[in-house]
């Protein structure tokens, strides 16, 4: 018996990296996960939407793969109903997609990069958050997991003003939405992941001068089961961040949110 059996889970940018390891580790723990991406990524990076189905699907996991750029109202929107035609409800939200844009100067950045990486990484959030919320109201119960950053709160930590606006926009929605959705038992959190070993990573040059201290997005699995089986009596509005877990908030708190 998994942890999540009975439940429906969507990831979104879930081609590679964070999102295909949280992917693989909800339909691992039983759950029927709708995952999806942009047909093909920007930046070119490996990694695919079918690929992972294909990885959940060996593992004997439920897919549903949809193509969804999630700045997109109108797709993220067929992309919420199609899962609901497929699953009749939506137990936990992931909202990983994202962009990265680290270290530059406030002139470095034009006005269309700018609002490119805000569309992507608040926009995202909000108008999948959006198309959620109305079908956990009527369930009485959801989880909406946000990813963070230690760069929306600490300046030293080299996000620079665009990155890290975006991060600190996402962590004030997160607070601000799990207050307004309390009362419909609705969780809403932040993870925040701290560095990993992904292809995105490796793609910066200056993450290879930490890369020994960064961890596979497989490692942060754990955390992201316990954000999904929350509800707004258990565990909201918090920011739950990997060099945390196993502390003060984690495994005993997992433990009786699963036998629950």
């Not at 009975?6 to 949280?22: D, E, K, N, Q, Y």
């Not at 700045?71 to 497929?86: G, I, K, L, P, Y």
């Not at 994202?98 to 490119?116: F, K, N």
Request: hydrophobic share 40%; net charge negative.
């Amino acid at each position: 018996m998994g942890q999540m059996d009975g439940m429906v889970a969507i990831v979104t940018g879930a081609s590679r990296g964070l999102g295909r390891a949280i992917a693989r580790e909800y339909a691992r723990e039983g759950a029927s996960v709708v995952i999806c991406a942009r047909s093909q990524s920007p930046t070119g990076l490996a990694g695919t939407l079918e690929e992972t189905a294909q990885d959940i699907r060996n593992d004997g996991g439920v897919v549903l793969a949809l193509n969804c750029d999630v700045t997109d109202e109108s797709q993220v929107n067929a992309m919420v109903r199609q899962a609901m035609e497929r699953f009749g409800r939506i137990d936990a939200l992931f909202n990983n997609a994202g962009a990265m844009v680290l270290g530059e100067s406030l002139l470095e950045i034009d006005a269309a990069r700018w609002e490119q990486l805000m569309r992507v990484n608040v926009n995202g959030p909000y108008l999948c958050s959006r198309a959620v919320v109305p079908i956990m109201m009527e369930q009485r119960r959801g989880s909406i997991i946000n990813i963070g950053s230690r760069m929306a709160t600490d300046p030293g930590q080299g996000g620079g003003v665009l990155y890290s606006a975006s991060k600190a926009a996402v962590h004030m929605f997160s607070y601000c939405l799990a207050d307004e959705v309390r009362e419909y038992n609705i969780a809403v959190n932040i993870l925040s992941p701290g560095g990993l070993r992904s292809e995105g990573s490796a793609a910066i040059p200056w993450t290879q001068r930490d890369w020994h201290e960064r961890v596979d997005p497989s490692t942060i699995g754990p955390m992201a089961v316990f954000l999904a089986l929350q509800d707004a009596g258990s565990f909201t509005g918090q920011l739950a961040s990997r060099f945390d877990f196993g502390t003060t908030w984690g495994p005993g708190v997992a433990e009786r949110a699963a036998s629950s």
